[in-house]
């Protein structure tokens, strides 16, 4: 899923082309969409903390507007799984698929890590994005090229080092870490380790939501993914869930 493959054009399964693609992310506190059709493209950043609820129809529908569609229009959205803000997946999730049931269009998740990494498939480094995951916890995985090597890190900063490391098979390999964390961990890390080629995406702070629209076409072209089989990426248990038996422990 994490690899553009080509195909000779962006087709759904019926083969007809995908004219109007919807991206979302809502799994930090940055709401990210891009909607794409067959004559403009139109990417949004509205960051105002975790006010998800609030804010994607309405961007939603002002995206729509500027692109002279409704979304009924759609021919396809593909939505941030995650990991990242159990609510703001939840919210992005839940939207997407009443998107795509009102319109009648195709849906697709993309991992937030790949969507991450994206951009820097073609680098030759190995690829580390990395998300606060709070709790002095990060959300990471390792990618190198158009592959994904490695599972999806639930880890504390300090041991995430050793984790990419252990991928990497204790070869030195030139490793450039992105994502919203990567400033904090590219601190950690040259620190830690001076003589490790541990370096830093200039844009690392600068997420594309253009790269949800190019892998989820690419997904759905590959898996046909129906709306039903697609789910949040949660890498531990909610707040609420951990809160909930807290108290039936308590109580029993």
Request: hydrophobic fraction near 40%; charge should be negative.
């Given at each position: ?9 962006t ?7 995908f ?15 891009c909607l794409?059709?067959?004559e403009?493209?139109i990417s949004v950043k509205h960051?105002?903390?975790?006010r ?8 939603i ?10 979304p009924?229009h759609?021919?396809l959205?593909?939505?941030s ?5 159990f609510?703001g ?7 997407a698929?009443?998107?795509?049931s ?11 890590l790949d969507?991450l ?16 995951a ?13 592959a ?15 984790a ?16 919203p964390?990567?400033?904090?961990m590219?601190?950690?890390?040259t ?9 830093l ?6 997420f594309?939501?253009?790269c949800l ?9 590959t898996?046909?993914?129906?709306a039903?089989s697609i ?8 707040e609420?869930?951990i809160n909930?038996?807290?108290?039936k422990?308590e109580?029993?």
């Amino acid at each position: 899923m994490f690899s553009d493959r080509p195909s000779g054009g962006t087709t759904g399964e019926s083969g007809e082309p995908f004219v109007n693609t919807l991206g979302i992310d809502t799994s930090g506190e940055t709401l990210f969409l891009c909607l794409k059709t067959d004559e403009l493209e139109i990417s949004v950043k509205h960051g105002r903390g975790y006010r998800h609820a609030e804010t994607l129809v309405p961007w939603i529908r002002s995206l729509c507007l500027d692109a002279d569609l409704t979304p009924t229009h759609l021919d396809l959205v593909a939505v941030s799984l995650g990991p990242g803000s159990f609510t703001g997946i939840r919210i992005g999730l839940a939207t997407a698929k009443a998107i795509a049931s009102a319109a009648s269009c195709a849906i697709v998740g993309v991992p937030t890590l790949d969507a991450l990494a994206w951009g820097l498939r073609g680098s030759g480094k190995t690829v580390v994005p990395v998300i606060d995951a709070r709790k002095r916890r990060v959300y990471a995985a390792v990618y190198r090229g158009d592959a994904r090597i490695s599972g999806y890190f639930d880890l504390p900063p300090s041991e995430l080092d050793d984790a990419v490391c252990q991928q990497l098979g204790g070869t030195e390999e030139a490793v450039i870490l992105t994502g919203p964390f990567a400033r904090e961990m590219h601190a950690r890390w040259t620190e830690k380790n001076p003589s490790f080629a541990f370096t830093l995406d200039v844009n690392s702070d600068i997420f594309d939501p253009h790269c949800l629209v190019v892998i989820g076409e690419s997904a759905y072209r590959t898996d046909g993914l129906a709306a039903e089989s697609i789910a949040p990426i949660y890498l531990r248990r909610s707040e609420a869930e951990i809160n909930r038996d807290r108290v039936k422990h308590e109580g029993s």
